[in-house]
T-cell receptor, first 115, second 116 residues
């Protein structure tokens, strides 16, 4: 069965510091992996995705993530946090099976950025 | 603007009342789904549809009904609201099949529902 685990429900960093949000997945088929961001009182916005090809993917707002098959991980990073990065981040795995596609979410990580 | 439109944005219901959350998309997406978001639990799939006339249950379907009479619309019905249904509800859509799995989902802005 497919599943997603996000380590750390709350992460706090200082402005300018490295952001690292952890995501591990379990999948019996090659996964498609996504990071979504949710700003307060808004919907989910796609940040970046891994489907095939290059394992280091770049997204919007300076974020990137690396697919590591051996570690079943897809951690999200940003070299220097900005106040505007404060939001909730969701890792998700997508797959196609049983004649339909499904998207399974982790429980989310709330990122706080301190001045 | 193309996308997923949800109405209403906010709603307060009394226990036992019924209501319908509306969802419409104009991207000709075959696949539509409803999620609920609760603190510490991420997003959980309620119901989904792979095309007009076809619906199926997700992870937490109890207390909710859906129908899909057109490609564009996918309403979610609460027949008898309960406090446990207090949540934020998101509608999402994508292409069907492998293309949808690769593309990811487009989400609406959500409906914040409180049942008292």
């Amino acid at each position: 069965a497919q599943s997603v685990t996000q380590l750390g429900s709350h992460v706090s960093v200082s402005e300018g510091a490295l952001v690292l949000l952890r995501c591990n997945y379990s999948s019996s088929v090659p996964p498609y992996l996504f990071w979504y961001v949710q700003y307060p009182n808004q919907g989910l916005q796609l940040l970046l995705k891994y489907t095939t090809g290059a394992t280091l993917v770049k997204g919007i707002n300076g974020f990137e993530a690396e697919f590591k098959k051996s570690e079943t991980s897809f951690h999200l990073t940003k070299p220097s946090a900005h106040m505007s990065d404060a939001a909730e981040y969701f890792c998700a795995v997508s797959f196609y099976g049983g004649a339909t596609n499904k998207l399974i979410f982790g429980t989310g990580t709330l990122l706080a950025v301190q001045p | 603007n193309a996308g997923v439109t949800q109405t209403p944005k906010f709603q307060v219901l009394k226990t036992g009342q019924s209501m319908t959350l509306q969802c419409a998309q104009d991207m000709n997406h075959e696949y539509m789904s409803w999620y609920r978001q609760d603190p510490g639990m991420g997003l959980r799939l309620i119901h989904y549809s792979v095309g007009a006339g076809i619906t199926d249950q997700g992870e937490v379907p109890n207390g909710y009904n859906v129908s899909r009479s057109t490609t564009e619309d996918f309403p979610l019905r609460l027949l008898s609201a309960a406090p446990s249904q207090t949540s934020v509800y998101f509608c999402a859509s994508t292409l069907e099949g492998g293309r949808g799995a690769v593309n990811g989902y487009t989400f609406g802005s959500g409906t914040r529902l409180t049942v008292v």
